[in-house]
């Protein structure tokens, strides 16, 4: 099926490590996200790419970095990973006009720091 | 950022009954959708409506965005109907998720 694949699905990290969380789209979107989801929460905005090339900062972006490797690619780096970033990582993509188009979204990376 | 408020929080049914979900948000958007989140985490587009209304077989949407709310129904719910329901509204750039309303249909 066509639509928003993220790698890995679950991953437990010790403290001060790092690892790079993986999202494509094939949809041909412009626009990706990532977001967190905190138990009893929505969903939080951490970094958004408008285009290819370009990345700007969510809601809470501390802790994150993000690289839009082309397209269809768009990966979220922890470089030092801690207890507090504990949550379910969700990637999504938009068609052209960012904001403006609905969000489709991938399954989800269960993410566990200990 | 916008504040976006859902209500109930959590809302139990019995099958076959109707119900009503409200989004409120503090500021002018230009999106809002509504989402199913199932039971093992899926997040599932329901609407894309920044006005108006619309209906997908039991389910409609209607926002009224003079207003800034949002109202999703549900008619005659099934079990599979349970999970979580959000709504997100942007400006723009950024998107702005509520809390949810967590639905429980009971057999």
């Known amino acids: 099926n066509a639509g928003v694949t993220q790698t890995p699905k679950f991953q437990v990290l010790k403290t001060g490590q790092s690892m790079t969380l993986q999202c494509a789209q094939d949809?041909?979107?412009?626009?990706m996200y990532w977001y967190r989801q905190d138990p009893g929460m929505g969903l939080r905005l951490i970094y958004y790419s408008a285009s290819e090339g370009t990345t700007d900062k969510g809601e809470v972006p501390n802790g994150y970095n993000v690289s839009r490797l082309n397209k269809r690619e768009f990966s979220l780096r922890l470089e030092s990973a801690a207890p507090s970033q504990t949550s379910v990582y969700f990637c999504a993509s938009s068609p052209p006009r960012q904001g403006l188009w609905p969000q489709h979204f991938g399954d989800g990376t269960r993410l566990s720091i200990l | 950022g916008i504040q976006v408020e859902q209500s109930p929080p959590d809302l139990i049914l019995q099958e076959g009954a109707n119900s009503t979900l409200r989004c409120n948000f503090s500021d002018s958007v230009n999106n809002l959708q509504w989402f199913h989140q199932n039971p093992w985490g899926q997040l599932i587009n329901l609407f894309y409506?920044?006005?108006g209304t619309k209906q997908n077989g039991r389910l409609s949407a209607t926002t009224v965005a003079t207003e800034r709310y949002s109202l999703l129904y549900i008619s005659s719910s099934q079990t599979t109907d349970s999970g979580v329901y959000f709504c997100?509204?942007?400006?723009?750039?950024?998107?702005?998720f509520g809390t949810g309303t967590s639905l429980t249909v009971i057999p």
């Open positions: 997100a509204v942007s400006t723009g750039n950024q998107f702005y």
């Open positions: 409506i920044p006005s």
């Open positions: 949809m041909n979107h412009n626009s």
